[in-house]
């Protein structure tokens, strides 16, 4: 099972010097410790993860400033998007990367978000696959049809492709046994989490029955393959006493922006400030206990070991919830000399 970054920002301070200080410093630790891949997603209009408005963006700055880890979106909000815009950029990076791009493909959730394709939001979903189609298919070398601005149908091959013919991995972000399934008909990998176990809606429990319909239905559809599936996972690995000092305060406040943003969206019903404090107390401890890589050597050896036998194939650590900057380089260390390049936990 591989070990990879992944970044999101629970919530950046405007008056910070230099907000992209820990992304920068984790990748390149990263890319020279042995860490499979990094992800960044794409967020707008919010502090909640709005330091990546733009993966292509970011990922074009790690092309040129790592040499080895892959470089992951995750996700690109297709609907936003013309997959002609998608397909280039992201060949393009997987140039200047040398053949480490990556995609994941998300249909987008949040109705404010939509201010940039409002037209698409009902239809999100299909135009999504319809786009992965495109993107695929452009990058295979093939044309498309399209009405130039003299308003003639002209013919569309993007450059650079994907050096050498390569396949650039497209995976799904999925929430739903709907789109897990369509991911795997599709051929595609799979990014799922199980955060929300924390607030009561998943967990293992219900995400191994379903990464293992993902390998059944992959298998029908893709002989002689199996997919992939990433587990998203909160991480911060340290001592019992920077647990409780550090660990559970920032996830909580971590928690606390991200109800606010999906009582925002209507995902959730207003609270009163004592419902907010039993959900997030609650939160806290089943993250901690259950659904994180929070915590102790040990604790994240057991919970390792529980993603593994459930069929995960790489880990995306979110590291930048809201510990400290040492806290988080400290955790990557202790990940480095106890579970990177580990074959079984």
């Known amino acids: 099972m591989q070990l990879s970054l992944l970044f999101f920002n629970g919530r950046w301070n405007h008056d910070d010097p230099d907000p992209y200080r820990l992304f920068r410093d984790a990748t390149r630790w990263a890319d020279e410790n042995g860490f499979h891949s990094v992800w960044m997603p794409e967020r707008h209009f919010s502090t909640f993860g709005g330091l990546f408005p733009n993966p292509a963006v970011t990922a074009a700055s790690l092309a040129l400033s790592t040499t080895r880890i892959g470089i992951r979106a995750g996700s690109i909000v297709a609907p936003f998007w013309d997959p002609i815009r998608i397909a280039e950029d992201w060949a393009l990076i997987d140039n200047l990367s040398h053949g480490r791009a990556g995609i994941s493909f998300a249909t987008g959730w949040h109705v404010n978000d939509f201010c940039l394709a409002p037209a698409r939001y009902d239809a999100r979903r299909e135009i999504t696959f319809e786009h992965i189609h495109t993107v695929r298919s452009l990058w295979s070398?093939?044309?498309?049809?399209?009405?130039?601005?003299?308003?003639r149908e002209t013919i569309i091959h993007i450059s650079p492709l994907p050096p050498s013919g390569r396949k650039i991995p497209v995976w799904l972000t999925a929430t739903s046994d709907r789109s897990i399934e369509a991911a795997a008909q599709c051929g595609l990998r799979l990014l799922v989490s199980i955060h929300h176990q924390a607030l009561g809606n998943c967990g293992m429990a219900r995400l191994e029955p379903r990464i293992k319909k993902y390998r059944t239905i992959f298998a029908e559809t893709n002989p002689n393959e199996r997919g992939w599936v990433t587990l998203l996972v909160h991480?911060?690995?340290?001592?019992?006493?920077?647990?409780?000092?550090?660990?559970?305060?920032?996830?909580?406040?971590?928690?606390?922006?991200?109800?606010?943003?999906?009582?925002q969206t209507g995902n959730r019903p207003p609270l009163s400030d004592k419902d907010q404090e039993f959900i997030i107390t609650r939160a806290v401890e089943r993250m901690v206990h259950d659904a994180g890589l929070i915590g102790t050597v040990e604790h994240c050896r057991r919970q390792l070991r529980r993603f593994q036998d459930a069929g995960v194939d790489e880990v995306a650590c979110l590291v930048d919830f809201g510990a400290p900057y040492e806290a988080v380089m400290n955790g990557l260390t202790l990940m480095k000399e106890n579970f990177v390049g580990v074959d079984a936990y």
């Open 141 to 151: 070398g093939d044309a498309i049809h399209r009405t130039n601005g003299a308003g």
């Open 235 to 263: 991480t911060l690995v340290c001592e019992q006493q920077a647990l409780d000092e550090i660990g559970k305060p920032a996830y909580a406040k971590y928690l606390a922006t991200n109800l606010d943003l999906q009582t």
